[in-house]
């Protein structure tokens, strides 16, 4: 099932180049529905997965080259489901909402499920060297997605997204081939299998140096700052399309490789980071809100949220306790869906305006009461709203961090309150008042089309802040294993009341 998760967006993208030309009126529609497929067995994945369990589960493994230790080895966990998922939801809402795009349109399609086949290669690979393949393939249809469709500044956007994180890449295929070569030696038995680098011994310094190449590369990714430079550039210059997969589902490559590979594979290394990493989370959450709320540009805004965002999740990552871990995977997926759900009705007003500059809106919501109402919702749902899904990810990791990190997440904190001036101000000024520009007061609402893409991430974002236990039950086990890992390995003790057991409520009798 995992390798016909990957294989089946790729032949969608093989069946697509095989429609001809002069037919492009049949290029969305195919796309979507050859994203469907991918989409109905992520969901089958989902609901059959086994909750409890720390493993990995529905685990493929052939060999690939003896001679070198490569194997097609895939499995899915707790930490890597979730995510599957999403890319697998969020695909055929992105092609399905991308009428604008009329030039090249065969080619966009493609690039756009390979670029799923590539993504989801990257959460279910357990071979580093596989692992490696998917991350760097992804570059490809995302570069060209960014350098096609985007704006004006699309070549240069495109040009800088791929050299940051191909530099970054180049350092950690060096230690996973230095890791691979340090199993060999120790075990006779060459492996780039995830599950057998586990059992690798590693001198301290081997281990900090093996950490920094693979956090490098993932940090890159996140993007943590003073390395985020590359991301408000591609956003802007991105199509919806472009965006939406890059904040929802390719920004979650940095976070998800920190926590499967810096926590799993140097365990000691990771505890002795902990400061950096936890400083590097705060500034990115504080900077990331400060230079959002200065923004004329709605869409760099959202990017910008992004980067502080996403530093709740390194530093619930690094706070090594069960809340903070916990929390920042499931951030991890409502950050997908609120932060997409934004790129999505971004790009619907720029389909209808052609700009993004928030001082050429104003009275909205009196000439699009739905688009504003939406727009409202997902805001609230962005800075964690109680009931829905923003709130129990950031709640999770602030709980779940001060044990460990008291400081750093009373910083933190403020990033809460930051988020909540730069999106609720730029509502005020993008929706209400009186539409006094021409161009605004005869906008139409949204089509059925545009309510129908943007349904699901509206449902969800409901649904997992009232009811988050359909996530947590999945991750807890995975995030509990890693911390278990730690503690056996290095000194460290995870400090009680980071427990979850400690944040969430209590089970009815207990």
Request: aromatic share 12%.
């Amino acid at each position: 099932m995992l390798t016909a998760l990957i294989l089946l967006p790729a032949i969608g993208a093989v069946l697509i180049a095989l429609v001809p030309g002069r037919r492009r009126e049949l290029f969305l529609p195919l796309g979507v529905t050859m994203s469907i497929g991918p989409l109905a067995l992520a969901a089958f994945v989902f609901t059959s997965f086994v909750t409890g369990e720390p493993g990995f589960q529905m685990v493929e493994r052939e060999v690939w080259y003896e001679p070198w230790g490569l194997s097609w080895y895939l499995g899915i966990d707790g930490i890597s489901l979730p995510l599957v998922a999403l890319t697998a939801l969020l695909v055929p809402i992105v092609l399905a909402a991308s009428t604008a795009i009329t030039h090249r349109l065969k080619e966009f399609v493609m690039y756009t499920l390979l670029l799923e086949a590539g993504l989801i290669g990257v959460f279910l690979a357990l071979d580093l060297f596989l692992f490696f393949v998917f991350f760097e393939a992804i570059l490809i249809p995302m570069y060209f997605i960014i350098g096609i469709w985007g704006g004006e500044r699309r070549i240069y956007a495109a040009i800088k997204f791929f050299l940051y994180t191909a530099f970054g890449s180049a350092l950690m295929l060096a230690a996973i081939i230095g890791l691979a070569v340090l199993s060999s030696r120790q075990t006779g038995v060459p492996s780039f299998a995830y599950t057998d680098l586990l059992d690798v011994s590693l001198n301290p310094t081997t281990a900090r140096w093996l950490f920094g190449a693979f956090a490098l590369a993932f940090a890159i990714k996140v993007p943590m700052f003073p390395l985020h430079t590359w991301l408000p550039d591609a956003h802007v210059e991105a199509p919806t399309a472009g965006s939406v997969l890059l904040a929802a589902v390719l920004l979650k490559l940095g976070t998800y490789g920190l926590v499967r590979f810096n926590l799993g594979l140097f365990p000691q290394a990771s505890v002795d980071f902990v400061p950096v990493m936890a400083v590097l989370a705060v500034i990115g959450i504080v900077y990331g809100a400060v230079v959002a709320i200065v923004q004329p540009d709605l869409k760099k805004l959202v990017a910008y949220s992004s980067v502080s965002h996403l530093g709740f999740i390194v530093l619930g990552t690094f706070a090594l306790t069960s809340g903070g871990l916990v929390g920042g995977l499931v951030q991890n997926i409502n950050h997908g869906i609120t932060t997409g759900a934004l790129f999505l009705l971004v790009g619907m007003i720029y389909d209808r305006r052609h700009t993004k500059k928030i001082a050429d809106f104003g009275g909205l919501a009196q000439v699009m009461p739905i688009f504003a109402g939406l727009f409202l919702f997902t805001t609230f749902a962005s800075i964690g709203l109680p009931g829905l899904n923003g709130f129990i990810g950031e709640f999770m990791v602030l709980i779940g961090s001060f044990p460990s990190l008291p400081i750093y997440t009373i910083i933190a904190a403020s990033g809460v309150v930051l988020a909540a001036i730069y999106l609720l101000w730029a509502y005020e000024r993008a929706f209400t008042g009186v539409p006094d520009k021409p161009e605004n007061q005869a906008l139409l609402d949204l089509n059925l089309r545009e309510k129908l893409v943007l349904a699901p991430l509206v449902i969800l974002m409901l649904l997992l802040g009232l009811y988050p236990k359909v996530l947590l039950d999945r991750v807890q086990p995975s995030a509990e294993a890693i911390l278990d890992r730690i503690e056996a390995t290095t000194n460290y003790v995870v400090p009680e009341p980071g427990r979850l057991e400690h944040v969430l409520l209590m089970e009815e009798g207990e």
